[in-house]
């Protein structure tokens, strides 16, 4: 999404917005269902059970198995935070540099592409907002049982707003 601006002297010049708008929020520490938008409370986010030390994450109809679990860990002083798999402890929710996300087993180190943020989307809903300011989003047009999850530049779109409910 591009803004084009005049400047006093004349020349156009144009804004790119990066992110989702808002400051980010801090949330409780803990474990969460993750929740899309497009289809609240009927599917949420999920790790595949195969695929070692990489494993794809997706939407998955509700389920209270600790796959569709996400521990909330790692608060910083800017709100951004890790989340763990509640299957596998060692695995990260992490974004590719390819614009997939998956459950990643950074070992003791912590990458930036594990790091998430959280922002206001409205009536309870969040955009969850990775390093270099991209969010979140359901695969379109997608909204069933393997969906995968991705990131992408921010759009305000339904894909992009999810619900976290503490369990």
């Given at each position: 999404m591009q803004d084009e601006t005049?400047?006093?002297?004349?020349?156009?010049s144009?804004?790119?917005?990066?992110g989702a708008p808002g400051g980010n929020m801090r949330v409780a520490l803990g474990t969460y269902k993750i929740?899309?938008?497009?289809?609240?409370?009927?599917?949420?986010?999920?790790?595949?059970?195969?695929?070692?030390?990489?494993?794809?994450?997706?939407?998955?109809?509700d389920n209270?198995?600790?796959?569709?679990?996400?521990?909330?860990t790692g608060e910083d002083n800017n709100y951004t935070y890790s989340l763990?798999?509640?299957k596998e402890l060692r695995l990260r929710l992490t974004k590719t540099s390819h614009g997939?996300?998956?459950?990643?087993?950074?070992?003791?180190?912590l990458s930036p592409r594990s790091r998430w943020s959280f922002r206001d989307a409205g009536n309870g809903f969040v955009y969850i907002v990775g390093a270099g300011e991209v969010v979140?989003?359901?695969?379109?047009?997608?909204?069933?049982?393997?969906?995968?999850i991705i990131t992408t530049d921010y759009a305000g779109s339904a894909a992009q707003k999810f619900k976290l409910v503490r369990v």
């Open positions: 005049t400047p006093s002297n004349g020349e156009a144009e804004q790119t917005p990066k929740y899309s938008f497009q289809s609240y409370p009927g599917w949420l986010v999920d790790m595949s059970l195969s695929g070692g030390d990489e494993r794809n994450v997706k939407l998955f109809q209270n198995e600790p796959e569709s679990k996400w521990d909330i763990r798999n509640i997939s996300v998956v459950a990643y087993d950074w070992g003791q180190a979140m989003e359901v695969k379109p047009p997608y909204t069933g049982n393997n969906t995968d």
